[in-house]
């Protein structure tokens, strides 16, 4: 409404301890980048504020939107630049972006659920010692090459658990929920790393590490999927008719 002084604020369902050293308003969140004593490690980010879309589909290679590189097989994750995707199912994948200046996916298949779920970081030295009081699932399965995504319980909560590291040293984990369990896995989480000096990191601490995870190549079949999208998305030619070379499987 023109005149209208009201201002929107979005509140993160994360709510950690410690004193936001840097801040910053992006979309209406307010973002810790840092916190003012971050100690050593191990740390636990909150990246609630990022977006996260779903996508279902009998088709996902052709839903995906341009640039985008979904994984073949549940369980599977990609790095495509400053996005991480990971497929739940046949036709079931997500996509968590962790660039303010990126564009939503378009189609009707995507469904943003920013802000009906939380998410969380766990960094640094220790942290597999952290999860396996939280889970029973094994995140740093030795047999398993980062990165991977894992469903089931989390604190007693079923959730996405992605694993981008499994360095000992300096591991990344994120686990991601439904909103309205977001306090009481804090709560756990906390209790659960206080014996590892675990405490709160802003979200420049999370950038830095993600920038700087490998990027494992991408399969062939994925990369003849994008291909194949990027060519059925050009405008065809008003001349004469050629002949189409098709780019991987029908």
Known sequence: MKGSSIVMERQSPVHLPGNPG????????????????????????DLSHCHRWDIQGRDLA????????LPDAPGAVTLP????????????????????KAAAPAGECWT???????????LGRNVFQITEKLTS????????????????PFSHVTGQMVVLSKDPRNAVVLVAGTRGFAH?????????GEEFGLRPAG?????????????????EKTRSAARKTAASDKPKSSGRTRSKIRIGPK
């Open 203 to 219: 979200e420049s601490r999370f950038l830095e590490k993600f920038k700087s995870l490998p990027r494992p190549d991408v399969p």
């Open 81 to 100: 630049g400053k996005m991480l995707t990971g497929r739940t199912g046949q036709r079931q994948a997500f996509l968590w972006v962790f660039d303010d």
């Open 62 to 69: 052709a839903e995906a939107a341009p640039g985008i590189s």
């Open 184 to 192: 009481d896995m804090v709560h756990a989480v906390l209790a659960a």
């Open 112 to 122: 943003e659920v920013t802000e009906g779920t939380f998410c969380l970081a766990l």
């Open 137 to 152: 699932l094994d995140l740093g399965d030795p047999k398993r090459n980062a990165p991977y995504l894992l469903l089931g």
């Open 22 to 45: 840097k801040t910053k308003l992006r979309d209406h969140w307010p973002v810790v980048l840092e916190y003012a004593d971050e100690g050593p490690g191990p740390w636990i980010v």
